[in-house]
């Protein structure tokens, strides 16, 4: 009998232990990637850089953006409020050494807070080496925006959300 109770206890005990070292790992996972986000908006984009980086370079905004890594191209997003609606900006370079691309062909799809969709080309600004596009909507709410980039025949995507 005591030997069943000794036996017991000894399982217990161990099971305890696995469950203890089982818990601290998720929840180092956890503290780590939460302390490094500090909007929604941004822990989203950078769990698709997560997800897409393909790379060893790091995905640090260079224009205050939302940074997405996807294979060897670094995608920063940029809304920026204005009176007539808000201007978009996008950052569309070579993740080696953050060159613009400049003859890509880039669309935004957007979902507004209302549920509504609205596609949106972006042209090149040649002076600030950048995509941008007017989005002439004013609702309130999260919006949600996924942009499509075709370099010379290869697609690049990039996810984003922002709120006004």
Request: net charge negative; aromatic share 6%.
């Amino acid at each position: 009998m005591k030997s069943i109770k000794s036996l017991l206890m000894i399982l217990s005990s161990v099971s305890l232990i696995f469950l203890g070292a089982c818990g601290n790992n998720n929840q180092a996972t956890n503290s780590d990637s939460s302390s490094t986000n500090t909007q929604p908006s941004e822990s989203i984009a950078q769990a698709d850089a997560a997800k897409t980086e393909s790379s060893s370079h790091e995905a640090k905004p260079q224009a205050g953006g939302q940074v997405v890594e996807s294979g060897s191209y670094h995608l920063e997003f940029v809304p920026v409020p204005e009176n007539d609606g808000t201007h978009l900006d996008l950052y569309l370079q070579r993740g080696d050494n953050h060159e613009a691309i400049p003859n890509a062909k880039v669309t935004a799809q957007i979902q507004l807070p209302d549920g509504t969709q609205k596609t949106l080309p972006l042209s090149y600004d040649a002076e600030g080496k950048h995509y941008t596009a007017l989005l002439p909507e004013k609702v309130v709410g999260q919006y949600q925006v996924k942009i499509t980039s075709d370099i010379n025949g290869e697609k690049v995507d990039g996810r984003f959300t922002f709120n006004q």
